[in-house]
């Protein structure tokens, strides 16, 4: 009996603690590798996004140039409010050569490694104006008096 | 009940087990559930259907474009037999051509463009009535996928103009006088209506 | 009591169960977590495949074509039909382009878009028509050099059927010689553009000066010429000399020089309200047409919105 007590604290103790070790080593792992999911996924995510927004411009600045004297010109593009889980944010740039550059930047909430950037590069005729607009519903309007593209959050809230 | 606990490793046994049963249907079934999410995976879309789209969509727009310029699509819809109530050789069914193109220039733009027996396509005039707006059909090949390709060009079609014989020359009867599928839109004007053209192109 | 402890001696195997359990829950809510995350960049692929709004683009520009088409077509029955004031001329194509946007925007709405076509305003211009073949060029007080068309900027028509028997044949001496040749001027204010036209055995021969200086003759062997000034051809012939529109600047003065030496038809449609005003029963008639009309255009679908001004021409639809 009085082995069996020593041995059955140990084997106790020995089994937690491996158990607990495996537990913890398989839980680590596997958030990092979620982790590491997560931020492929907002990756590809933002690139799409990116995308369907330089589309959307481009179909802005077509509509612009097909026009002698365009008074109102909007495209409204429903983009997602939220990418894998966490908001995110476009910053749009004016390179003053013809082309305008959509950086989405967010992902932040996981953790280690900082945002994800995607950029997505989008040629027009018109030029852009440089701003900053929260992830979700956003209107490509024509500004006549300065001749500009704007990007600017969507506040109709209808749905197309 | 046994003082020395010999009944309890069964009880153990079965709590145990049962706990390992749980355990492992916890594990099994969210391994399950994450994996047959992953399963649906992107099925629609795929990009290849959309090259295909767009290349109908190319050809669709290509010849319409033609048929106005040229006046050909114009010309067959004033191909009308006003006694048949439909156009001239079509299916005495329902006035419209069935798995076929009209016998007009248009028609033959239409084979033209269309050579490949998998590829179908319907042609369809909408035009006004006094409430609604009403469709025509002119060519009918089936019904088309859900993916299929809609173009449209809209026409303008003016009293004065004549209907077309059977050989294509002009008769003398005229849109505002003749017993037309569509209505006089405008009366009073020499406007008659104006049509919307649809071209529904799929590969079947 | 005692059956509710295990017995000392043995490893808790009721612990061991529940770290199973918590571990196997834990692990449940990552693999969970996961299904979430592909699940989002499943979807966001799906939606996104095709969610430019491209086909709304096309919408839009298939719109314009069409009011392109139908305004082109309205100005031309427009001008063709009677109309002795610019105000009845306006308010024909007034009307007419409402009863094409009432039915129109009807096909729009049925397509989940709102559309809308109206006249704006309409540019002036002036057809100038000779008709009677046995006539001489002269105008209708019977000058010989006079002035048909002054401060012109665009010329949408210039046809002129001149025949043989009426023109004056120069005899061996060019028309600059002889000067006694039926001519059309356009000057620019700093160049002139000169054709001359005469007749020389059995031909019609046409004489172009052009601003520089240079000399091109074309010439048909017929008894009557079709001279179309815009296409530069005669009777079907080309002859791209005759195209003085490529040759002079913007704003011009068209003159006939010798009038009475030539008879025919004749029919040029300027872009500018004359101050002439129609005469009555004389020669040439000046009538109103329009020269362009300024539509507003608009279309409009939840997701594109698209409002323009757009100036349009009597169309060149038909060939």
Redesign the interface.
């Known amino acids: 009996m009085t082995d069996r007590g020593v041995s059955t604290v140990v084997s106790y103790a020995l089994i937690l603690g491996i158990v607990a070790l495996l537990t913890t080593g398989l839980l680590f792992s596997m958030s990092g590798f979620v982790d590491g999911q997560q931020r492929d996924t907002t990756h590809s995510t933002f690139e799409v996004v990116g995308n369907t927004l330089a589309g959307d411009v481009a179909v802005a600045d077509r509509l612009v140039t097909a026009s002698e004297q365009p008074q109102t010109v909007s495209v409204t593009s429903t983009l997602p409010d939220r990418v894998a889980g966490s908001s995110y944010v476009i910053d749009v740039e004016d390179t003053g050569d013809g082309s305008a550059v959509l950086t989405l930047r967010g992902g932040a909430g996981t953790g280690d490694g900082g945002d994800v950037f995607t950029t997505v590069t989008v040629r027009t005729e018109t030029p852009v104006e440089s701003t900053t607009v929260e992830g979700g519903a956003v209107e490509v309007r024509y500004d006549s008096a300065n001749e500009t593209l704007v990007v600017h959050p969507d506040e109709s809230g209808v749905i197309p | 009940?046994d003082?020395t606990?010999r009944d309890?490793p069964d009880d153990?046994g079965q709590?145990?087990t049962l706990?390992?049963v749980?355990?492992?249907i916890?594990?099994l079934?969210?391994?399950a559930?994450?994996l047959q999410?992953?399963a649906?995976?992107?099925n629609?879309?795929s990009?290849a259907d959309?090259g295909i789209e767009s290349q109908h969509r190319g050809v669709a727009e290509g010849l319409l474009d033609a048929a106005?310029?040229?006046?050909s699509l114009h010309a067959t819809l004033r191909y009308w037999n006003e006694t048949d109530g439909a156009f001239h050789g079509a299916d005495p069914n329902g006035g419209y051509y069935v798995a076929t193109s009209p016998p007009t220039e248009f028609g033959a733009l239409l084979d033209r463009s269309f050579e490949d027996r998998h590829v179908r396509y319907n042609v369809n005039v909408?035009y006004?009535t006094a409430n609604d707006?009403e469709t025509k059909r002119l060519v009918v090949h089936g019904t088309p996928t859900d993916d299929a390709v809609r173009v449209?060009?809209?026409l303008?079609l003016?009293g004065d103009e004549q209907l077309l014989a059977a050989d294509e020359t002009p008769t003398n009867t005229t849109l505002a006088e003749a017993d037309f599928f569509a209505p006089d839109?405008?009366p009073g004007?020499?406007?008659y209506?104006?049509v919307?053209v649809e071209v529904i192109v799929w590969t079947a | 009591m005692d059956g509710l402890t295990p017995p000392a001696g043995e490893v808790s195997r009721t612990d061991r169960g529940q770290l199973l359990l918590v571990s196997a829950v834990a692990l449940a809510v990552l693999f969970v977590t996961l299904a979430v995350i592909l699940t989002t960049a499943i979807h966001t692929e799906t939606i996104a495949t095709g969610a430019s709004e491209t086909d709304n683009e096309r919408a839009v520009v298939t719109h314009q074509a069409s009011v392109d088409r139908h305004a082109g077509e309205s100005i031309e029955r427009v001008n063709e039909a009677d109309h002795d004031t610019y105000e009845s001329l306006e308010a024909d194509l007034r009307e007419r382009i409402a009863a094409w946007n009432d039915l129109s925007s009807r096909h729009d709405g049925g397509a989940g878009a709102a559309s809308n076509v109206s006249l704006v305003a309409v540019t002036e211009g002036t057809r100038i028509v000779h008709e009677d073949g046995a006539e001489d060029f002269t105008n209708a007080t019977g000058e010989q050099s006079w002035t048909v068309a002054d401060d012109v900027s665009a010329t949408r028509d210039f046809r002129m059927t001149v025949t043989r028997q009426s023109l004056r044949a120069p005899g061996g001496k060019s028309c600059d010689e002889s000067g006694d040749c039926f001519e059309v001027t356009i000057d620019d204010g700093t160049d002139t553009w000169t054709m001359a036209v005469s007749a020389a055995q059995n031909e019609v021969v046409v004489d172009v000066e052009n601003t520089s200086g240079d000399h091109t003759t074309c010439s048909v062997a017929n008894q009557s010429a079709e001279i179309d000034l815009l296409a530069g051809t005669i009777e079907d012939t080309p002859c791209p000399a005759l195209r003085f529109v490529d040759d002079v600047e913007s704003s011009y003065d068209i003159h006939y020089g010798n009038a009475d030496n030539a008879s025919g038809t004749y029919t040029l449609t300027v872009d500018r309200r004359l101050s002439e005003s129609p005469a009555v029963g004389g020669s040439p008639s000046y009538e109103p047409v329009i020269d362009d009309a300024t539509l507003a255009v608009s279309y409009r679908t939840p997701a594109v919105q698209y409002e323009t001004e757009r100036r349009v021409l009597p169309g060149d639809f038909d060939d």
Do not use: K, P, Q
């Not at chain 2, 106005?68 to 006046?71: A, I, L, S």
């Open positions: 009940m003082v606990g309890r153990r709590a145990l706990e390992a749980v355990a492992a916890f594990i079934g969210s391994v559930f994450a999410l992953v649906v995976t992107a629609t879309g990009t959309e106005v310029e040229d006046g909408r006004a707006v449209t060009t809209d303008t003016y839109a405008v004007s020499d406007v209506t104006v919307r």
